[in-house]
């Protein structure tokens, strides 16, 4: 079942066809953690049979600075988006999203948080209804999205002490955009730089074992 079959006549799941997935891959250090993250769910999405565009926001020198321009014409119907043209349409093209990122003072790095701000705008990600209150849902070709993350603090800080802040926003303020229904999970490895190479191993394998259940 591929991606040309009407959205009406899919399985309820992710599972059952091949997907197009965008990986968004955030970090400034080639050989960290999160890059061994994303080689870990690239080799398993492409072993069963997905195909994946693996975006590297600091190889390819994204600016997440929003500009004057942008800003300025955030409500222009329509949004001029051709500062983040080439994104925009590979982020059109896909049918799932991938998130891989450091948690940083419990929130997204910048050139993620730039991500959002710059390529998640106005007649990409949503619309206005007729008044300009409610916002409509533009990413309903998005059935899938992870988050694959890692914090310097224990996990009962990140969670019980902060209340899970990255997981907040990207439940309610990011999968509302995508499709209903939409796959949502976030994993993180918390203590990372305490983490044994046995646990980052096992973090990996988790990882490859979760994508494998995506599988056509």
Same mark, same amino acid.
């Given at each position: 079942?591929?991606?040309?079959?009407?959205?009406?006549?899919?399985?309820?799941?992710?599972?059952?066809?091949?997907?197009?997935? /965008?990986?968004?891959?955030?970090?400034? @250090?080639?050989?960290?953690?999160?890059?061994? =993250?994303?080689?870990?769910?690239?080799?398993?999405?492409?072993?069963?049979?997905?195909?994946?565009?693996?975006?590297?926001?600091?190889?390819?020198?994204?600016?997440?600075?929003?500009?004057?321009?942008?800003?300025?014409?955030?409500?222009?119907?329509?949004?001029?988006?051709?500062?983040?043209?080439?994104? =925009?349409?590979? /982020?059109?093209?896909?049918?799932?999203?991938? @998130?891989?990122?450091?948690?940083?003072?419990?929130?997204?790095?910048?050139?993620?948080?730039?991500?959002?701000?710059?390529?998640?705008?106005?007649?990409?990600?949503?619309?206005?209804?007729?008044?300009?209150?409610?916002? =409509?849902?533009?990413?309903?070709?998005?059935?899938?999205?992870?988050?694959?993350?890692?914090?310097?603090?224990?996990?009962?800080?990140?969670?019980?002490?902060?209340?899970?802040?990255?997981?907040?926003?990207?439940?309610?303020?990011?999968?509302?955009?995508?499709?209903?229904?939409?796959?949502?999970?976030?994993?993180?490895?918390?203590?990372?730089?305490?983490?044994?190479?046995?646990?980052?191993?096992?973090?990996?394998?988790?990882?490859?074992?979760? @994508?494998?259940?995506?599988?056509?």
């Amino acid at each position: 079942m591929g991606r040309d079959v009407p959205q009406s006549m899919r399985p309820p799941t992710v599972q059952g066809y091949p997907m197009h997935i /965008l990986l968004v891959l955030a970090h400034p @250090l080639p050989d960290s953690f999160a890059g061994a =993250v994303a080689d870990t769910a690239t080799r398993a999405l492409e072993a069963n049979g997905h195909t994946v565009d693996r975006l590297d926001l600091y190889a390819e020198d994204f600016d997440p600075r929003l500009s004057r321009a942008e800003r300025s014409g955030y409500f222009n119907d329509p949004y001029d988006a051709t500062g983040v043209g080439p994104i =925009v349409e590979r /982020l059109s093209a896909a049918e799932g999203l991938i @998130l891989v990122f450091p948690q940083w003072w419990f929130n997204f790095p910048a050139i993620l948080k730039g991500f959002f701000d710059r390529v998640f705008a106005p007649g990409i990600a949503f619309t206005h209804d007729a008044a300009r209150g409610r916002i =409509v849902r533009k990413l309903t070709h998005i059935r899938l999205l992870h988050a694959y993350t890692t914090t310097g603090s224990p996990w009962w800080v990140a969670r019980l002490v902060m209340g899970d802040p990255v997981r907040r926003l990207l439940r309610r303020g990011i999968a509302p955009f995508c499709a209903k229904g939409v796959d949502f999970r976030m994993l993180s490895l918390h203590d990372m730089d305490r983490a044994t190479d046995a646990r980052r191993r096992a973090h990996l394998d988790r990882i490859a074992r979760r @994508l494998h259940r995506i599988g056509p």
